[in-house]
């Protein structure tokens, strides 16, 4: 087990860089966690720092562990630093699946949103949700 419990990572989504300063930085990670702002990795596949994964409409963004209200289209968006088998999951089913370093999916729908990213057929990164809020259509 220790070779798998140093290749499993939590990585955090913060909006701007951590603070140099000691106190700052230490309630940052802390509102993150608080927030789930964070994604899971297996180091042994790569390196997951650069992960991206948001939701955008309307000049509005959220990121990982936020919530949009949602009218109308709105665009879900990953990226990855290197290339992998993205899986987008809504409310726990499979909703799309797509290769490469970016994936892009556009949604009416609310529900909670989460992405997983694949090395052929071993897991890589795991995001928490971003949750869209709204009407069903």
């Not at 964070?38 to 997951?48: C, I, L, Q």
């Not at 909703?95 to 892009?104: Q, T």
Request: charged share 30%.
């Amino acid at each position: 087990y220790e070779v798998k419990f140093k290749a499993l990572r939590t990585n955090l989504m913060l909006r701007k860089p951590l603070s140099q300063k000691f106190e700052l930085a230490k309630d940052e990670l802390l509102e993150s966690l608080r927030n789930c702002s964070v994604y899971g990795s297996n180091f042994r596949w790569g390196d997951a720092r650069g992960f991206e994964f948001k939701a955008e409409q309307k000049g509005n963004e959220a990121i990982i562990g936020e919530e949009m209200e949602i009218e109308g289209l709105v665009n879900l968006s990953a990226k990855a630093p290197k290339p992998g088998r993205f899986r987008l999951i809504c409310d726990g089913h499979l909703v799309k699946e797509a290769e490469g370093n970016d994936f892009i999916y556009q949604t009416r729908q609310p529900g909670l949103y989460r992405i997983e990213v694949m090395k052929g057929n071993k897991g890589w990164i795991y995001s928490n949700h971003i949750r869209l809020t709204g009407k069903r259509e």
